[in-house]
């Protein structure tokens, strides 16, 4: 007997969980008052085992398809990434998968220690993260820290105060006269992505902030299909705010995506990205850079195979 193809088998199985669930349940995350040994299924906590958990990645282990999982807006940030994978994450037309935000936030920064500064020369200070990624940068009060393009140590006095840059392995920062490292907030990406998408169908994430990320703030890898962020912030990352990629399906809608350092938006492979009433902030970067996939902002289309490089490319705004 012949067996189904490997795609099909996929949708049968989002037919089957859609069937046998009408309705999705509510689950509740609290990074103050939850506790992950919890059920997630009250607001509040009531008895031993029920109430919110304390990270959004349990409550999301404990989701089924067509869940509703609700954040707490605590006025703490969530220093976590999360993943959403597979049917179990998913929903349907009727029921989506939905994440509501509540306007927290979800960061992806860490505190550099002020033991970590080293003098390099006058006002100048260095620092060697111990897992240095090409995107790293460093946050100067909860925002992303002016950074200078420097080849060289022999030119670091172009760094004015307040400003870094990457040389090599190291990290710069010029404090103003005076002071010294712990004068400042000063933090750097920990987290290599805030919110993964794979594998999903129908989820929907709703008014979350999204910060501080060493790549992007929101990736739709691959297999995304017909997801939407609705009201969501993306900003101060590392390569981009969103990034969509292979196959995957997403339509951006009254978001606003900005202050990220290599694109604000980002497609690739043969993804299909909608954009609609969202402000693409070009700030620190273009507003898009595509390598391949299709975009729509606006109703304006704008089309890229994967293959072609984007080196010179009038989609790529300067």
Known sequence: MRRAPFHLIGTIGFIILAASQVDGRD??????SGNDRNNGQLAEQSA???GPTRTIQRVISLAS???????????????ECISLQTSRNSGSVSFPFVIEGNGAILDGSGVIP?????????DILAYRPSKLKSYQQVFLDGRPAERIAISDRSSLNKLKPKQYCRVGQ????????????????????????????????NVHIRNLIVQGFQIDGISASDNAF??????????????????????????????VIGDNST????????????????????????????????????GEAKFRPPQISMSKSPLHRP
């Open 170 to 201: 190291e990290l710069y920062f010029r404090v103003e006269a005076g002071k010294t490292p712990g004068d400042y907030d000063l933090q750097q990406s920990v987290h290599r992505a805030g919110i993964t998408l794979y594998g999903v169908q």
């Open 27 to 32: 689950l509740y995350v609290n990074n103050l």
């Open 48 to 50: 031993p085992g029920e």
């Open 65 to 79: 398809f067509g869940d509703r999982i609700v954040i707490a807006n605590t006025g703490e940030p969530y220093r």
């Open 263 to 298: 694109a604000q938006l980002r497609t690739e492979g043969w993804s299909t990205t909608v954009v609609v009433s969202t402000e693409l902030l070009e700030s620190t970067a273009p507003a898009f850079e595509m390598n391949g996939g299709k975009l729509k902002i606006d």
């Open 114 to 122: 002020v033991e970590d500064w080293q003098p390099f020369e006058a």
């Open 226 to 255: 017909d997801c939407k962020l609705v009201g969501v912030t993306a900003r101060g990352n590392g390569r981009s705010g969103v990034n969509v990629g292979g196959a995957s399906k997403l339509m951006i809608d009254s978001c």
